[in-house]
């Protein structure tokens, strides 16, 4: 079912008619095929045709809200929106952005949005094969997978904006098992992208089986201080962690270390991060954000120094500022929040190795898999991670680690940043490249 944007104006007319006094109408129609394999067969297939919308309304300075999937419960819709407005708290930061251009984006690839069953099916099989094919000891493939999904969204409000756009997204995933020897270990990788020829499958089963061959043989390590190089996935996931910290929302209730700290150094001077909702083919990129407001690029540390924070309209108006167009909805169901676009990370030009990171090291570790980092302190910027990868001696791979930990404060440790790798990749929406982080305490 494709947007209707006459639906949208009539239910714009009905909620100001009912006495709003500002509405807004999110409309989404979305197709999705994913196909899972195992053993060279299909596992499993899904496709789905999805439509919903949602109404926010204000009223009295009083937010009111209410979605469905059926076009004929709009009255239902308003009536529900109009009734929840009567049972909250005033707001007097409550507001919907006001028309503005925004830039055309290309984010649809019509081999995506027409993607067959069957060629769906030959993409995840690319997956799998490539990774059983890279090495006899990869014997178990726990999930090879391959999602393509196509979406329509509309946003319409009572301050005249009308505006739409069309997205396309794929994605190959796959976890594998490696054995040898009575050991075995689990490697996995990723790869998407708004574009189907930017998405490498076979790559993606190539890169899971590695780092589950890399691990055989790991035993635990004893404790000790030493140089830590982090992985570009697992530095994806620790620059997830400032994300968190760099949202407007998470300062003004008191959830971030980086409050008050605007143009205050927090981090090493080698770094910068950007989000960016304008770049081309990535996963996160939309001409603008789930309240209309157009996407930009913006830093938000440079050379160290914190720029400031992600917005949406109702953070940005408690502070007396813009909003960035960061606002994000986990779907129709829900309220806009703030979050990234296509955020990254990098690091001064002059400290890229473009050779061998390991070079550098003369004992530490290089992190290939961490878990728990989501149990990081947003307020302290603590953490204590379970992690796994390579002991590197004199430059060079000694032992496979199991079983480690790492800790310290967030902070501290993206201000040891000495040096990065020249392998920058997004996973997800999220890129960074490999990162050698000066001595880190670790513990068996």
Known sequence: MRIDAGFAARLLEGAQKRGADLAEVYLK?????????????MDA????????????IIKDRRLGFSYSREKGDADAVIENAIEASRWVEEDEYLDLPDPREHSSLRIFDDSVASMSQDDALSSALVIEKAALDADKR??????????FSSKDVLIMNSKGMG?????????????????????????????????????????????????????????????????VILENSV?????????????????????????????????SLLLSVVDDGCMEGKLGSRPFDDEGVPTSRKYLIKDGVLQGYLYNVYTAKKDGVTSTGNAVKGGISALPTVGPLNLSLTVSPAYVC??????????????????????????????????????????????????????????DFFKRVEAAGDDFRFYGNVGAPSLLIGPTDISA
């Open 29 to 41: 129609s979305s197709k999705k095929l994913s196909v899972d394999v195992r053993e060279q067969e």
């Open 45 to 56: 297939l899904e496709s789905s045709v999805d439509f919903g919308y949602s109404l926010r």
């Open 138 to 147: 990869i014997r178990k493939v726990r999930k090879a997978s391959a999602s």
């Open 163 to 227: 505006k739409s756009y069309s997205s396309t997204s794929c994605a190959g995933q796959i976890t594998v098992v490696a054995e040898e020897n009575g050991d075995s270990q689990m490697g996995w990788d990723f790869d998407g992208s708004r574009f189907l020829g930017e998405v490498s499958f076979a790559d993606v089963g190539r890169n899971a089986a590695r780092r589950a061959l890399q691990l055989l043989g790991a035993k635990k390590m004893e404790r000790t201080r030493a140089h």
């Open 235 to 267: 530095a994806t996931e620790f620059l997830g962690i400032l994300a968190s910290l760099l949202s407007s929302e998470a300062v003004q209730k008191g959830r971030s270390l980086l409050a008050k700290r605007v143009h205050e150094e927090v981090v």
């Open 354 to 411: 473009a050779g061998n990171l390991f070079a550098m090291v003369d004992r530490g570790l290089y992190v290939t898999d961490a878990m728990g980092i989501h149990t990081a302190n947003p307020v302290s910027g603590e953490f204590s991670i379970g992690v796994s990868g390579l002991w590197i001696e004199g430059g060079m791979v000694k032992q496979p680690v199991k079983e480690a930990v790492i800790s310290g404060n967030i902070l």
